[in-house]
Nanobody, 125 residues
């Protein structure tokens, strides 16, 4: 059974930084595209960033130059380093893993089969 557990969320002031972590267990981590998504109250879940097993990455335009996705294969952990945070970044953040037949880095939520429970990020002005 695949499990993803996020941590690292919290409350910060505008301009601050946070690092989210997602520990993955239950399957071969290297086989998947991994991603971070977020959902603010009253809004649809949206992609933030994704990384494939070779380290290729994709970001949505709103977080480019501010967020960095990375992974530590030895620790089976996915990270999201967030800096220059703004109130618009306030949301529940989820990590996700694609099924094994998805072999490219993707920002499409429909390409992901396994999801964590989320960690809350709140940015105050």
């Amino acid at each position: 059974q695949e499990q993803l557990v996020e941590s690292g969320g919290g409350s910060v002031q505008s301009g601050g930084s946070l690092r989210l972590s997602c520990v993955v267990s239950g399957y071969t981590y290297r086989s998947y595209s991994m991603g971070w998504f977020r959902q603010a109250p009253g809004k649809m879940r949206e992609a933030v960033a994704a990384i494939d097993s070779e380290g290729s990455t994709k970001y949505v335009d709103s977080v480019k130059e501010r967020f960095t996705i990375s992974h530590d294969k030895a620790k089976n952990t996915l990270y999201l380093q967030m800096s220059s945070l703004t109130p618009e970044d306030t949301a529940m953040y989820y990590c996700a893993a694609s099924p094994p037949w998805v072999v490219v880095v993707t920002l499409r939520p429909a390409d992901y089969a396994y999801w964590g429970q989320g960690t809350q990020v709140t940015v105050s002005s």
